[in-house]
């Protein structure tokens, strides 16, 4: 058997000294921003994270005294949370609102305004956190007189019952998650996957290492029955993954994910949500090779025997698919958890396998190969590592949970560098020049390549921590595709609204408003949709904004317009110039199958049925 020239430790040490230098100098450059106003030090809810279900109060901790005049607007969903001013506790840095009435499921956003000591203002911001399943409350009647296709709510701080709009989809099946931002609380899931990730990626190693540096150990019993254990292992770690995943994409479904018939609910949570599924398809055909590893070295089989399990390994890198960057987020995981696989799985199989115990010349080239094969895989591990941080954290590392995880996965990884280049350069030093596997020297080997593997065990449970934990950089909320924008100007009382409607066919149609101008004193704002003909009515949508920002109506509780044919918009406000009405623009409503109608003359304003849109946590000032 030919014998590779041993790398130099030399080599190894400017190697993985150019990788630190990178690592650090990104860490410091995300780390030397400094600010004037106040800043969050802590929350309640933490800010980024997921609840199960409403807290009966919302806490934010600041870095500075504060002042009398505090504010804080709640948002849940898009839609506005009334809630009584905060109160500043006995710390004099902790502001404290109490919840009145429980909160919605789904993402919600506390805007805040602080001042100092001064009663000067001292910042503003925002804490994110979700919601994932709703508090059980007491319904409340509908109105007998009201219309068949709406319900009455409650006044709220007095004011008067509002007719809204009923949500036509309410039998439907709940609303799916994004996988990957499934959220914490459940630490089965990142249990569950931690098992499924150390399954897949010892089984890709120790198959890349035999294949590429030893393939003399499918011969070894040994050897045959320890994949076969990774396999069973990582079977029931993905199964339980699946189970517990789907579980938590569908909250209101409970534990209904451990029956199989609600994993396919995962084919709508994301790519990560389907990645999920083919991974545990994959894994199932990788049993094929698991118990006949001879299939990896034979040239016929070797394709497909290291292909299944390597895209299997593969896909445990798509976990976060949201977020700036995405489709290069997904292309760095699935680098980094190839990488990683090679490097964690070949260290398991060598420290449990290869050096279990003496031998003869042939585990003296698999401890070399290995050697060889991993130093390339600890490099790209590192680069493609740093780029994700990058990505999901920028520079709020020490702001968010998501991020304050990282670090600590950024020093554990640091000792497991370090024992890696002791190790090789043992390697180096003393096992290139040896003719067999000595019980003293595979007594050392052992030991290192077990603290090794031990330290990377750790780094995987870290990992599947993060899932527990929304990164800084990723919107849970996914973004709206508005099928049509339409802009309303009055310039005389410099006032500017876009409107934009999620679809122009009959059916539920959703609504964003966003206010551009003026800048403030905006009252009464109402957007008018007026049918074609005067029996098809129309709609008054109030928007609560008196400021520029966003305002939505989800397409799920959207209007029910029936009637295709030309529509018209307007826009109606009172402004410091006065009132404000817009002039009127069409919006075509085409037919289920996409045939446009022809409507000869626009009806007026008949059967207005009103419904309350709310302020979005995307406002730029609300």
């Not at 595709?481 to 679809?503: C, K, R, W």
């Not at 009405?581 to 049925?609: H, I």
Request: glycine share 8%.
């Amino acid at each position: 058997m030919r014998r590779a020239a041993p790398r130099s430790p030399r080599t190894l040490q400017r190697l993985f000294a150019s990788a630190f230098v990178a690592m650090l100098t990104v860490l410091g450059l995300g780390f030397g921003t400094a600010h004037a106003d106040n800043t969050v030090t802590n929350s309640s809810p933490p800010n980024g994270e997921s609840i199960n279900q409403s807290p009966d109060e919302i806490l934010i901790g600041f870095a500075e005294e504060l002042g009398e005049t505090n504010d804080i607007d709640l948002f849940c969903e898009a839609d506005a949370i009334a809630v009584p001013d905060p109160q500043v506790l006995d710390d004099g840095k902790t502001l404290s609102v109490e919840l009145t009435e429980p909160l919605p499921s789904g993402t919600c956003t506390a805007n805040w305004l602080v001042s100092n000591t001064d009663n000067e203002p001292n910042g503003r911001g925002s804490i994110n956190f979700v919601v994932q399943n709703d508090t059980p409350t007491e319904t409340v009647a509908p109105d007998a007189d009201a219309p068949a296709d709406a319900v009455t709510t409650p006044p709220v701080d007095g004011e008067a019952s509002t007719v809204e709009i009923a949500d036509t989809n309410s039998e439907t099946d709940a609303e799916v998650i994004d996988l990957s931002v499934a959220g914490r609380g459940h630490a089965s899931v990142w249990l569950a996957r931690l098992i499924s990730t150390i399954g897949i990626a010892t089984l890709f190693g120790a198959l890349f290492v035999i294949t590429a540096a030893w393939p003399e150990g499918v011969e070894y019993l040994v050897t045959i029955k320890f994949l076969r254990a990774v396999w069973i292992v990582a079977l029931i770690g993905t199964l339980l993954f699946t189970a517990t995943a789907a579980g938590v994409v569908t909250p209101e479904a409970g534990g209904s994910g451990f029956s199989p018939s609600t994993w396919l609910d995962l084919l709508d949570a994301g790519w990560a949500g389907r990645a999920l599924l083919l991974r545990l398809i994959l894994l199932i055909g990788a049993g094929w090779v698991a118990f006949r590893p001879d299939r990896a070295i034979d040239p016929t089989t070797q394709l497909a025997a290291l292909g299944v399990p390597g895209l299997c390994a593969a896909l445990l890198g798509v976990s976060r698919t949201m977020g700036d960057l995405a489709a290069l987020g997904v292309l760095m995981g699935i680098i980094h958890a190839l990488a990683m696989s090679v490097w964690i799985g070949g260290v398991i199989l060598a420290a449990r396998v290869i050096v279990s115990g003496p031998g003869e010349e042939d585990l003296v080239h698999a401890v070399r190969g290995f050697s060889r094969v991993s130093v390339p895989a600890i490099a790209i591990t590192i680069i493609t590592g740093i780029i994700q941080m990058v990505r999901l954290d920028g520079d709020a590392l020490f702001q968010s949970g998501h991020g304050r995880v990282v670090l600590l996965k950024v020093v554990v990884v640091a000792a497991m560098i370090f024992v890696a280049i002791s190790a090789r350069q043992f390697i180096a030093q003393r096992v290139n020049r040896a003719q067999q596997l000595s019980v003293p020297l595979a007594d050392r080997l052992r030991r290192a390549f077990g603290a090794e593997a031990g330290i990377g065990v750790v780094t995987l449970a870290l990992s599947s921590w993060l899932l527990a934990f929304i990164p800084p950089n990723i919107d849970p909320v996914p973004p709206i595709d508005y099928a049509v924008t339409q802009n309303h100007t009055v310039e005389q009382a410099d006032f500017e609204v876009d409107i934009s409607f999620t679809d122009n066919t009959v059916g539920l149609i959703g609504i964003e408003v966003d206010v551009k101008a003026p800048a403030e004193g905006i009252s009464n704002l109402v957007v008018v949709l007026t049918g074609p003909t005067p029996q098809d009515g129309g709609f008054r949508q109030p928007v609560p904004l008196t400021e520029p920002g966003i305002a939505v109506r989800k397409e799920a509780n959207g209007f029910p317009i029936e009637t295709a044919g030309t529509w018209t918009v307007q826009v109606e406000a009172l402004t410091p110039s006065g009132a404000v009405t817009s002039t009127a623009q069409t919006f075509a409503v085409l037919t289920a199958d996409g045939t446009a109608v022809t409507t000869l003359v626009p009806a007026p304003q008949t059967s207005l049925v009103e419904a309350p849109v709310a302020s979005d946590p995307a406002s730029p000032e609300g």
